[in-house]
Every structure is written in C-alpha cells, then in structure tokens.
C-alpha cells in the first residue's frame, strides 16, 4: 500500500503524551475549583481520587483494545470489530458529540478571553483568526500540531509548578489551613459520600484526552507505545488535578472569598501571587486552551476520518488524504467549520452535551475487552479472568455510576443526538438491507504505515503477520 494513502507515523511516546494532557486542559482543575468546592462540601481532591480510579480503569482497557486492534477510531473501532457494525456506528456517532464539540468550546474560551481583555472588537474576528490557525496548523503536518502543543502543555505545568511554590508560601504565612500538612481537603465532618461522588461526575470529565490518543495509533512510530502513553497520560494528569486541588483546597477551605464560583482561576491566582501573576496564570489557562484545542482538532479529524474510510460515511470525501501533508484535510477543514459556532451560543450550552458522549464511549469500550478477550478468544484462566472479565467489568459499572449522576439537559440531548444517528443509519442502510462500511480487519490494519515495516525489517507484507510480529494481540477473524 503506497505511503501516500496512510497516515505519517511521526509520534514518539511523549509526543503522544502531551497531545493527551494537552486535549485534558490542567488549568481546568482551577476553573472549576468553586463549583466542585460547593459540591462536595470541602473536598475537591476527594473527588479527584474517585474520578482518578475509574478513569484508570478504563484507560487499563482502551489500552488493551489498542493492542489488540492497532487503528484510528477509538471507541468506535473498537465496538465495531467486537460487537458488530451497527453498535460500532451508534457508538461512534455518540462519539462524535463529544469530539465535535470540544474544539468549539475551546474556540469558545478562547473568545471569551477575548473579549474579556478587548471589550470593543466584535467577537467573530476573534474566533475566525483562532479557528483559521489552529485549522491551518492541524492541515499541514501532524507534527507541527504536536510540536506547538508540547510547548504550550510544557509551559502551561511549569506554572502549575510556580503556582505549587507559592501556594506552600502562602500555607506556611498561615493563609487557609496555615499548614502544608493537613486531611481536610481530603475528609471533614460534613462530607457525605453522594457529595463526592457527584463531584466528581463533574471533574472525571477533566480526564478527556487519554480516549482521545487511540485517534493517533496509526501516527505513532510505535504502535506498542499507545498503551504505555495512555496510562501515563491519565497518571500524570490525575496527579496534576490531584496536587492542585489539594493546595487550592487548603489555602481556600471557605469559598466567601470569591467573587463568582462559575470560574475561580482569575481569582485563585491573584489571592495567592497577587495581579503579575494572575496575569502569568491567566497566560498559562489561555495556552492550555490553544493545546486542547490542537488536540482535540485532530482528534475529531481523525475519528471522521476512520468512519470515511470506512464508508459510514462518505468515503471519497471524509476518507481522503492530502498526497503531501498526509492528513486528512477534509475533515480538518470540517472540524473548523463546526467550531465557527463557537460565534454564537454560551459555554454552558454547549459543555452540558460533551458528557454524554464521553460516557458511551467509556461504557463501550470496557465492554468490547470483555467481548473480544473473554467470550470470543475464551480467555478464562484465574488471570486472565481478572483481567478481561473483572475489571472491565468493574469500569463499566464505575462509569454507570457517572451516567446516574449525568445532568438532565445533557442525557435530552444526547438521546437526540442518537435518535438522529438511528434515523441516518437506517438511511444508508436501506433499513440493514445494505452492510454498514466494512467490517475487515484486515482491511484497517492493511492501511497501518510501510514505514513501519521497513524499520521493523518485516519481510511479510501481510498485515497481521506484521501486526502480530510487534508482539500485538489479534484476530485472524
């Protein structure tokens, strides 16, 4: 297969890494400090933790389905090559609300900043030149788009690390608890259990990313780094969101001293470094927000890609890609246009609707371990039970704890949204009187890099022998 019709394998692990930590946006933990405070009553690292176990969970099992099926396309993939196309396609259009709408948030925090500092310049100029840039980075080259956002994810921990420093000051200077050692922020007397949990429904969504770096497999050098990359991602961000919570919890255990909870980082950096470096540390949330929106740019990119390629959707256009930058241009141009709307509605609007299809494909995804290792490969032994059976097991349960705590407006709209992708399924399909895209495996590993081959030294031009050469499980199937 000519290199020209695959993507560019040019991510090594840690570029991976980044592109992760970027889509998860770190300043987060201080936008939402305020609300999550209120929710749990004091105890915003608690929550964190929860949220922290169940995402490991299911981060453990998108890195055994990567493995196992070494392609673009996430969740989607994955439910498709396990439980059929159908499911794949509901799945990946659920999908889809998420990833479509992450950019457009980002674009959408992006005005807000915007016109928050430029009062007078109309807000559609702001969000054109934003969309226009982060369209034309992702258009070029996969590894500009991973170059900028190493940078930006770089700078924006190095003041995450500052704002550490003076945190401590502050606690030792008797600011909040007055001491860098204290179980407050973790348990008091008025925490209740649901408090925490409903807490942490809200930032176990800050965790959106590590999903999202399946949607590189086929651009990584290394297709074994993938599941290596994924858990780092997800402990190295759980520690960051942990870390943070905890020193803002401890230097601000009443939240009276903030003007508004809806955003609390402008004012948690002016409390504790005083107005130079809340300008710093709006910097820093502002990079972050330019990462995520690279990551999530060519995350939804990708996705749409594999379902072109497919032929879920339309395959001349949605599965093509440019001869030269060897991205899929189309769909970049698309992901742009989409984020245009940014223009209009309100961050609440659209941030409501992401959860619901983060959920689904969380849900699925430890299913199709449990489906594909453990009922189709009949992996049963005292280990493999605990691996293929138990934990995945485990997560979904854990996500269905989220999905009972999913805000009203969110679950209305994402049954909609589904409703919609019923109706379009049922269309192509001339009421499943037609197959859904394919359903080859071969065929999606047949379209993984001969670049990789080459350097491998693979004398078999087969895909699965290749694939199974780099020690990956698969099926022949």
Do not use: C
Request: glycine residues 8%; aromatic residues 12%.
């Amino acid at each position: 297969m000519s290199d020209k019709t695959t993507l560019k394998r040019s991510l090594g692990v840690w570029a991976i890494v980044a592109l992760g930590l970027g889509y998860m946006t770190p300043t987060i933990v201080f936008d939402t400090f305020g609300i999550v405070s209120k929710l749990t009553n004091g105890v915003v690292p608690a929550a964190y933790l929860v949220a922290l176990l169940v995402m490991s969970l299911t981060a453990i099992s998108y890195g055994k389905m990567v493995q196992a099926f070494p392609q673009a396309g996430s969740a989607y993939t994955y439910t498709r090559e396990t439980m059929g196309p159908h499911l794949g396609f509901l799945v990946g259009w659920a999908s889809l609300l998420d990833y479509l709408l992450l950019p457009m948030v980002n674009a959408l925090i992006i005005r807000i900043y915007m016109e928050s500092l430029f009062p007078g310049i109309p807000i559609w100029i702001w969000v054109f030149a934003y969309v226009i840039i982060i369209t034309a980075i992702n258009v070029y080259s996969m590894e500009s788009t991973s170059g900028l956002n190493m940078i930006l994810v770089v700078f924006t921990i190095s003041l995450i690390a500052i704002f550490l420093i003076l945190a401590a000051v502050q606690l030792y200077n008797g600011m909040g608890e007055g001491t860098l050692f204290t179980i407050n922020p973790l348990t008091n007397a008025n925490v209740e259990l649901v408090a925490v949990l409903t807490g942490a429904t809200v930032v176990a969504f800050s965790f959106i990313g590590f999903d999202a770096i399946t949607m590189y497999t086929e651009e990584a050098r290394d297709t074994s780094t993938v599941p290596r990359a994924i858990l780092l991602t997800v402990m190295i961000g759980g520690v960051i969101f942990f870390i943070s919570s905890y020193f803002a919890q401890a230097l601000f255990p009443d939240l009276s001293v903030f003007n508004t909870l809806d955003d609390t980082l402008p004012e948690i950096g002016l409390l504790v470094g005083g107005q130079v470096f809340q300008l710093i540390f709006l910097a820093g949330a502002f990079a972050a927000t330019i990462a995520s929106g690279l990551a999530s740019h060519a995350s939804v990119s990708r996705l749409l890609f594999v379902m072109g390629r497919n032929g879920v959707l339309q395959k001349k256009t949605f599965g093509y890609l440019h001869p030269k930058f060897r991205t899929p241009i189309f769909t970049v141009v698309l992901t742009g246009v989409v984020s245009l709307f940014a223009i209009g509605p309100d961050l609440e609007l659209i941030a409501s609707v992401i959860n619901f299809g983060a959920l689904i494909a969380f849900t699925f995804v430890n299913l199709a371990v449990i489906m594909h290792f453990y009922i189709r490969q009949k992996r049963r032994s005292g280990g493999d039970t605990l691996k293929y059976l138990f934990m995945p097991t485990l997560g979904a349960l854990s996500t269905g704890v989220l999905w009972y705590h999913l805000h009203a407006d969110a679950f209305i709209s994402g049954i909609i949204w589904i409703a919609v992708g019923i109706i379009y399924m049922l269309f192509i399909t001339k009421f499943f009187k037609k197959e859904l895209g394919s359903m080859d495996v071969i065929d999606d590993v047949g379209t993984l890099d001969e670049e990789l081959f080459k350097t491998k030294g693979f004398e078999s031009r087969d895909p699965i022998e290749g694939v199974e050469s780099l020690g990956i499980e698969t099926s022949k199937t």
